[in-house]
Nanobody
Framework: QVQLVESGGGLVQTGGSLRLSCTAS????????MGWYRQAPGKQRELVAT????????NYSDSVKGRFTISIGNARNTVYLQMNSLKPEDTAVYYC?????????????WGQGTQVTVSS
C-alpha cells in the first residue's frame, strides 16, 4: 500500500500562485509515476500533470501548459505542483495520484484532495 498526503491548497486571487505538495509513504518502490488531477463541481476528474519519478519530460494538460510546473523532490517521494497565473477556471479539488506506468498490477493510489479556489 502507498499513502499520499497533500498540502498547499487555499484561496488566491486571479493571477496569483500556489504550490501543492504530495508526499508518498509505504510501499513506494511499487510506483514510478506521480501526478496531479483536479475535479471541479459538476465536472469529471481531469488530468493536470504527471511526471516519471526517475526523470523524463513531464506531461501537462493543454489548459495548464506554461502556467503550472510539476516536479519531484530530491527524496523521490514528494511531487510538487507550482501553479502560477491562476485563473478562476482552475478552481477545483486537486488530487495527487501515484501509480506504475509499467506494471498494470500496481493499483492507482489517490490522495484525499486539497481545495484550490481562485477568486475573480
Amino acid at each position: 500500500q502507498v499513502q499520499l498526503v497533500e498540502s498547499g491548497g487555499g484561496l488566491v486571487q486571479t493571477g496569483g500562485s500556489l504550490r501543492l505538495s504530495c508526499t508518498a509513504s509505504g510501499f513506494i518502490s511499487s510506483i514510478n509515476r506521480m501526478g496531479w488531477y483536479r475535479q471541479a463541481p459538476g465536472k469529471q476528474r481531469e488530468l493536470v500533470a504527471t511526471v516519471i519519478i526517475s526523470g523524463g519530460a513531464p506531461n501537462y494538460s493543454d489548459s495548464v501548459k506554461g502556467r503550472f510546473t510539476i516536479s519531484i523532490g530530491n527524496a523521490r517521494n514528494t511531487v510538487y505542483l507550482q501553479m502560477n497565473s491562476l485563473k478562476p477556471e482552475d478552481t477545483a479539488v486537486y488530487y495527487c495520484k501515484a501509480d506504475s506506468y509499467s506494471r498494470l498490477t500496481v493499483p492507482n493510489y489517490w490522495g484525499q484532495g486539497t481545495q484550490v479556489t481562485v477568486s475573480s
